[in-house]
C-alpha cells in the first residue's frame, strides 16, 4: 500500500490534529505491520495511540504523540517490506508450512515455538490438509445458509474467519473486498496473512501468542486461547511438540 494521505505531512504533527482519512490510512498501516489498532475508524483511541507509539518504540524513541516525514518514510518502507511478494508454493504440504515459517517471521512471530503452535493450529482446523477449508467443510452450502446465522461470513481459511465485522476489518487490512466476496478469505496468501495476523494482534480471541508463548514460558495448551477457548487443546499442544521437535 502506498501512503497517500500521510505524505502530505511536511512537518512534526501532533496525531490528533490528522485529518480523519490520514487516520484511517495510519491505522490501515499499523494494523497490516501487526500493531493493532482495534477498528480502522479515523478516530485516535486509545488503541491507536498504543499502536504508533509501540511502532515508533521500534524506529527510535521521540514524543508519542507527534508524527514527522522522517517516520512516516518508515512506515512507507516497513509496509512495502511487508508487502513483498514470496515465491509461495501452496500446491503440496511441504510447500505451505515453508510458507507459514515466512510469514510467521515477516510479521515478527519468531521464536520456533510459536512457529510450531501456528502450524499444529492448521495441521488441526485443517484436518490435516494444509489447505484453506470452510466451517463445516463436510456440509452443503446450503446447510450452511440455513444454519449460519451469521452466513455468508461463515469460517474460512487455515483457520476460520467469521462475522461481517472482522470480513470487514481485513478487507481495509488487505485492501482486497471480502464483504463483497468472501469467498476470496479461501484464497491461500490472503489465509496466509490473517492466520498469522490473527495470532499476532488476538483478532480471533483477544488473546494473542505472545500471551502464552514467550521468552519465559512455553505454554501450547492454553495458546489454544487464541483460535477457540481450550477446544482440543491437549490434542494441538501435542502436534506443536512434534512440529518444535522437528523445526
Request: with cysteine.
Amino acid at each position: 500500500m502506498k501512503l497517500k494521505e500521510l505524505v502530505a505531512i511536511t512537518r512534526k504533527t501532533d496525531i490528533n490534529k490528522l485529518t480523519e482519512e490520514q487516520i484511517k490510512e495510519l491505522q490501515t498501516a499499523l494494523n497490516q505491520l501487526g500493531y493493532p489498532v482495534g477498528d480502522i475508524d479515523g478516530l485516535v483511541g486509545p488503541k491507536t495511540r498504543s499502536a504508533w507509539s509501540e511502532f515508533k518504540a521500534d524506529v527510535y524513541e521521540e514524543d508519542p504523540v507527534l508524527i514527522n516525514p522522517d517516520f512516516i518514510a518508515a512506515l512507507q518502507k516497513r509496509v512495502e517490506d511487508a508487502g513483498e511478494a514470496q515465491d509461495n508454493d501452496f500446491s503440496t504440504r511441504e510447500g505451505t508450512i515453508d510458507a507459514i515459517r515466512r510469514e510467521c517471521r515477516k510479521q515478527d512471530i519468531g521464536s520456533n515455538a510459536q512457529i510450531a503452535y501456528v502450524l499444529a493450529t492448521v495441521e488441526w482446523e485443517t484436518n490435516h490438509t494444509f489447505k484453506p477449508v470452510r466451517e463445516a467443510y463436510w456440509k452443503s452450502e446450503e446447510w450452511r445458509k440455513n444454519n449460519f446465522r451469521y452466513y455468508p461470513y461463515y469460517g474460512r481459511g487455515y483457520v476460520q474467519l467469521t462475522w461481517d465485522n472482522n470480513y470487514k476489518k481485513y478487507s481495509q487490512i488487505l485492501g482486497v473486498d471480502l464483504v463483497s466476496n468472501p469467498d476470496r478469505a479461501m484464497d491461500a496468501d490472503i489465509a496466509l496473512f490473517v492466520l498469522v495476523h490473527g495470532f499476532k494482534t488476538g483478532t480471533f480471541t483477544g488473546r494473542k501468542i505472545t500471551d502464552y508463548i514467550n521468552k519465559n514460558k512455553t505454554d501450547f495448551v492454553n495458546a489454544r486461547r487464541c483460535i477457540n477457548g481450550t477446544d482440543h487443546a491437549r490434542e494441538i499442544a501435542r502436534l506443536a511438540e512434534d512440529f518444535l521437535n522437528a523445526l
